[in-house]
Nanobody
Framework: QVQLVESGGGLVQAGGSLRLSCAVS????????IGWYRQTPGKQRELVAA???????HYADSVKGRFTISRDNAKNTMYLQMNSLEPEDTAVYYC????????WGQGTQVTVSS
Protein backbone atom coordinates (compact mmCIF):
# COMPACT_ATOMS: atom_id res chain seq x y z
CA GLN A 1 0.00 0.00 0.00
CA VAL A 2 1.45 3.33 -1.09
CA GLN A 3 1.18 6.18 1.38
CA LEU A 4 2.34 9.78 1.19
CA VAL A 5 2.38 11.66 4.49
CA GLU A 6 2.98 15.39 4.48
CA SER A 7 4.18 17.63 7.26
CA GLY A 8 5.57 21.11 7.78
CA GLY A 9 2.64 23.34 6.97
CA GLY A 10 1.51 26.15 9.24
CA LEU A 11 1.07 29.86 9.70
CA VAL A 12 3.88 32.22 8.74
CA GLN A 13 4.22 35.93 8.14
CA ALA A 14 4.87 37.30 4.69
CA GLY A 15 8.56 37.08 3.87
CA GLY A 16 9.03 34.02 6.03
CA SER A 17 9.96 30.46 5.14
CA LEU A 18 8.54 26.97 5.54
CA ARG A 19 9.75 23.54 4.50
CA LEU A 20 7.21 20.90 3.58
CA SER A 21 8.10 17.23 3.77
CA CYS A 22 6.40 14.25 2.19
CA ALA A 23 7.41 10.82 3.46
CA VAL A 24 6.62 7.99 1.07
CA SER A 25 6.08 4.35 1.99
CA UNK A 26 5.23 1.39 -0.23
CA UNK A 27 6.88 2.94 -3.29
CA UNK A 28 10.22 4.30 -4.42
CA UNK A 29 10.89 7.96 -5.09
CA UNK A 30 14.05 7.48 -7.07
CA UNK A 31 13.58 7.53 -10.83
CA UNK A 32 9.93 8.54 -10.65
CA UNK A 33 8.18 11.84 -11.27
CA ILE A 34 7.32 13.68 -8.08
CA GLY A 35 5.66 17.00 -7.52
CA TRP A 36 4.03 19.52 -5.22
CA TYR A 37 0.64 21.02 -6.00
CA ARG A 38 -1.54 23.53 -4.21
CA GLN A 39 -5.21 24.34 -4.12
CA THR A 40 -7.34 27.18 -2.80
CA PRO A 41 -11.14 27.08 -2.35
CA GLY A 42 -13.01 27.26 -5.62
CA LYS A 43 -9.91 26.82 -7.76
CA GLN A 44 -8.31 23.90 -9.52
CA ARG A 45 -5.27 22.22 -8.04
CA GLU A 46 -2.18 23.71 -9.66
CA LEU A 47 1.35 22.43 -10.12
CA VAL A 48 3.91 24.26 -8.00
CA ALA A 49 7.08 22.28 -8.66
CA ALA A 50 8.10 18.91 -10.04
CA UNK A 51 11.07 16.68 -10.64
CA UNK A 52 10.51 14.55 -13.71
CA UNK A 53 11.62 10.95 -13.94
CA UNK A 54 14.42 12.02 -16.29
CA UNK A 55 15.67 14.45 -13.65
CA UNK A 56 14.50 17.78 -15.06
CA UNK A 57 12.82 20.26 -12.76
CA HIS A 58 9.82 22.45 -13.38
CA TYR A 59 8.51 25.40 -11.37
CA ALA A 60 5.39 27.50 -11.72
CA ASP A 61 6.30 31.04 -12.75
CA SER A 62 4.81 32.40 -9.54
CA VAL A 63 7.28 30.51 -7.34
CA LYS A 64 10.47 30.57 -9.42
CA GLY A 65 13.40 31.80 -7.39
CA ARG A 66 11.51 31.36 -4.11
CA PHE A 67 10.63 27.64 -3.89
CA THR A 68 12.92 24.64 -4.25
CA ILE A 69 11.84 21.04 -4.70
CA SER A 70 14.17 18.24 -3.67
CA ARG A 71 14.16 14.61 -2.66
CA ASP A 72 16.21 12.32 -0.48
CA ASN A 73 16.06 8.88 -2.04
CA ALA A 74 17.69 7.27 0.99
CA LYS A 75 14.90 8.59 3.21
CA ASN A 76 12.24 8.18 0.50
CA THR A 77 11.13 11.71 1.27
CA MET A 78 10.50 14.76 -0.91
CA TYR A 79 10.68 18.36 0.20
CA LEU A 80 9.48 21.79 -0.79
CA GLN A 81 11.52 24.65 0.61
CA MET A 82 9.46 27.83 0.44
CA ASN A 83 11.17 31.17 0.98
CA SER A 84 9.96 34.76 0.69
CA LEU A 85 6.41 33.59 1.21
CA GLU A 86 3.57 35.82 0.07
CA PRO A 87 -0.10 35.89 1.11
CA GLU A 88 -0.90 34.58 -2.39
CA ASP A 89 0.93 31.36 -1.48
CA THR A 90 -1.78 30.53 1.05
CA ALA A 91 -3.25 27.17 0.04
CA VAL A 92 -3.45 23.50 0.86
CA TYR A 93 -0.30 21.87 -0.49
CA TYR A 94 -0.26 18.30 -1.77
CA CYS A 95 2.63 16.05 -2.73
CA UNK A 96 2.29 13.68 -5.65
CA UNK A 97 4.13 10.56 -6.82
CA UNK A 98 3.74 8.99 -10.24
CA UNK A 99 4.56 5.29 -9.81
CA UNK A 100 2.39 3.42 -12.25
CA UNK A 101 -0.56 5.29 -10.83
CA UNK A 102 -0.77 8.78 -9.42
CA UNK A 103 -0.61 8.94 -5.65
CA TRP A 104 -1.41 11.97 -3.48
CA GLY A 105 -0.70 13.03 0.04
CA GLN A 106 -3.48 14.16 2.34
CA GLY A 107 -2.59 17.85 2.06
CA THR A 108 -1.13 20.34 4.48
CA GLN A 109 -2.36 23.88 5.05
CA VAL A 110 0.00 26.79 4.48
CA THR A 111 -1.23 30.20 5.57
CA VAL A 112 0.79 33.34 4.94
CA SER A 113 -0.32 36.45 6.79
CA SER A 114 0.33 39.94 5.50
Amino acid sequence: QVQLVESGGGLVQAGGSLRLSCAVSGATLGGNTIGWYRQTPGKQRELVAAIRSVGTMHYADSVKGRFTISRDNAKNTMYLQMNSLEPEDTAVYYCQLQWGYVYWGQGTQVTVSS
